[in-house]
C-alpha cells in the first residue's frame, strides 16, 4: 500500500493529501467488518468497478484519473454505513 500511495502522492503533496486519504485508516478490524458487511447489502458490484477503473488508471500512470477515482471509491463509506445501520441497526450502538 505504501508503495500505491507514494505513487499517488509525490513527496511534496504527501502530507496535504495523507490528511484526506489516510491509506491506514482503511486497513483496521472496524473497516474490514464494514466491508465484509457491505458486500452483504450489495455493495459489491460498485466496488468491483471502482477497482476496475482504478487498476487500469494505476496501469497507466494516469494521475488526472487516479485522484478521482479513488477519493469516490473511499468516499462510498459513508453512504455504505448509512446504508448498513438502516438495514442491520443491531450493529450499532447509539
Known amino acids: 500500500m505504501n508503495d500505491v500511495w507514494a505513487m499517488l502522492c509525490p513527496a511534496g503533496e504527501q502530507k496535504e493529501n495523507s490528511e484526506q486519504l489516510d491509506p491506514q485508516a482503511f486497513s483496521t478490524p472496524h473497516m474490514?467488518?464494514?466491508?465484509?458487511?457491505?458486500?452483504?447489502?450489495?455493495?459489491?458490484?460498485?466496488?468491483?468497478e471502482d477497482h476496475i477503473v482504478l487498476i487500469d488508471a494505476l496501469q497507466n500512470r494516469d494521475k488526472s484519473r487516479i485522484e478521482p477515482a479513488l477519493t469516490e471509491h473511499l468516499g462510498r463509506i459513508e453512504k455504505i454505513l448509512e446504508k448498513i445501520r438502516l438495514e442491520k441497526p443491531e450493529f450499532f450502538q447509539d
Do not use: E
Request: aromatic share 12%.
Open 32 to 48: 474490514d467488518r464494514v466491508r465484509f458487511i457491505s458486500l452483504t447489502i450489495g455493495a459489491a458490484q460498485s466496488a468491483y
